[in-house]
T-cell receptor, first 111, second 114 residues
Framework: LAKTTQPISMDSYEGQEVNITCSHN???????ITWYQQFPSQGPRFIIQ???TKVTNEVASLFIPADRKSSTLSLPRVSLSDTAVYYCLVGGFWGYSTLTFGKGTMLLVSP | DAGVIQSPRHEVTEMGQEVTLRCKPISGHDYLFWYRQTMMRGLELLIY????????DSGMPEDRFSAKMPNASFSTLKIQPSEPRDSAVYFCASTQRTENTEAFFGQGTRLTVV
């Protein structure tokens, strides 16, 4: 399984852009990169997924360099409600890898 | 679809008692995962099923824990006997077997063993 490394915590202010980087040096060829968000007392929720280059949806953007050894989750103009734990996962077909979560990054957004 | 449904939402039990947690996955999903979350250990994968068959139970902490999936729409996680260190939030998640689909989590069951 590809191991991921991300910062334990980050602080930001409302309206700022937040970038959370995840390292996954031993990512496999068929692995996708997926980010989840978890609020207190709730289960994790899917944010975005990508394989290479850039992916954007209504919530976030995901930047993946050519070597795919890292990825960056970008949250534009965060609000207080974006305070949560963000998890980076790397894996492919469920037959080869499992939905394994690391420690995640605790993002605290202040007024 | 109502999403992944877990019951009960909260459970308080005495040490030594049997505890059964329940999960109803999203219809059509063929993978089901059970997790345990604590402040100290984070989100731990306990076991996962594919088409009702347990595939990997290496995360199950000890023999006191057991999980079953008798059909595609129901799974249970049982702890017998329960201990105070089993206190945690237990999550169930389901997904389909394709390379780029998301997993859907239930609201969790907060278990307190006193």
């Amino acid at each position: 399984l590809a191991k991921t490394t991300q910062p334990i915590s980050m602080d930001s202010y409302e309206g700022q852009e937040v970038n959370i980087t995840c390292s996954h040096n031993n990512i496999a060829t068929n692995d996708y990169i997926t980010w989840y968000q978890q609020f207190p007392s709730q289960g994790p929720r899917f944010i975005i997924q990508g394989y290479k280059t850039k992916v954007t949806n209504e919530v976030a953007s995901l930047f993946i360099p050519a070597d795919r050894k890292s990825s960056t989750l970008s949250l534009p103009r965060v609000s207080l409600s974006d305070t949560a734990v963000y998890y980076c996962l790397v894996g492919g077909f469920w037959g080869y890898s499992t939905l394994t979560f690391g420690k995640g990054t605790m993002l605290l957004v202040s007024p | 679809d109502a999403g992944v449904i877990q019951s009960p939402r909260h459970e308080v039990t005495e040490m030594g008692q049997e505890v059964t947690l329940r999960c109803k996955p999203i219809s059509g999903h063929d993978y089901l995962f059970w997790y345990r979350q604590t402040m100290m250990r984070g989100l731990e994968l306990l076991i996962y099923f594919n088409n009702n068959v347990p595939i990997d139970d290496s995360g199950m902490p000890e023999d006191r824990f057991s999980a079953k999936m008798p059909n595609a729409s129901f799974s249970t996680l049982k702890i017998q006997p329960s201990e105070p260190r089993d206190s945690a939030v237990y999550f169930c998640a389901s997904t389909q077997r394709t390379e780029n689909t998301e997993a859907f989590f239930g609201q969790g069951t907060r278990l307190t063993v006193v």
